[in-house]
């Protein structure tokens, strides 16, 4: 998933990371843009500050605690962004989705554990001008019937 995620990015210079958890893209996104990660649990904040701490270029990843789901990065606040990527928990990402499709982000990585909620959320954002060019399925828990989708978009 990554490996998708930072091929689809490739050149983007500033990349939001929305439902970041505790950094899975975002600290590999921050070895060739700056990353802004949003994050609604308080631990999985602490914890990417701390990884990011650590790192070579530790300026290029700002974390803030944020329920997008209550309040998602409106219009304005996507303006400076190259790339947004989003990795919602299973009941998707309606209320940012609305808000990525009024957006002039060039490029939108979407990763789901719920095909069901990625296909509404990917839906707003086609009403909104985007264009699906992959979705990516990746069967990632061998034993169980979960699938994991990565999705990329590009206006």
């Known amino acids: ?24 893209f975002a600290l590999r996104l921050a070895r060739h843009a700056t990353v802004h990660a949003a994050e609604g649990d308080a631990g999985a904040v602490a914890a990417l500050d701390r990884a990011a701490r650590t790192m070579t270029g530790r300026s290029r990843i700002t974390a803030e605690r944020r329920d997008l789901g209550r309040r998602p990065l409106v219009e304005k606040e996507l303006e400076p962004f190259d ?5 919602p928990p ?27 909620t990625l296909a509404r959320d ?6 909104g001008g985007y264009r699906i060019e992959s979705v990516t399925p990746i069967d990632q828990f061998l034993w169980s019937s979960h699938v994991e989708v990565v999705a990329v978009l590009r206006r």
């Open 1 to 24: 998933m990554a490996d998708i995620v930072l091929a689809a990015t490739a050149g983007a210079k500033r990349v939001a990371d929305l439902y970041a958890g505790v950094g899975t």
């Open 83 to 87: 790339a947004v990527v989003f990795d």
């Open 90 to 116: 299973r009941t998707g990402a309606p209320e940012q989705s609305g808000w990525l499709a009024k957006s002039t982000v060039k490029t939108v990585v979407a990763v789901s554990c719920n095909p069901a």
């Open 122 to 127: 990917l839906r707003t954002l086609v009403d």
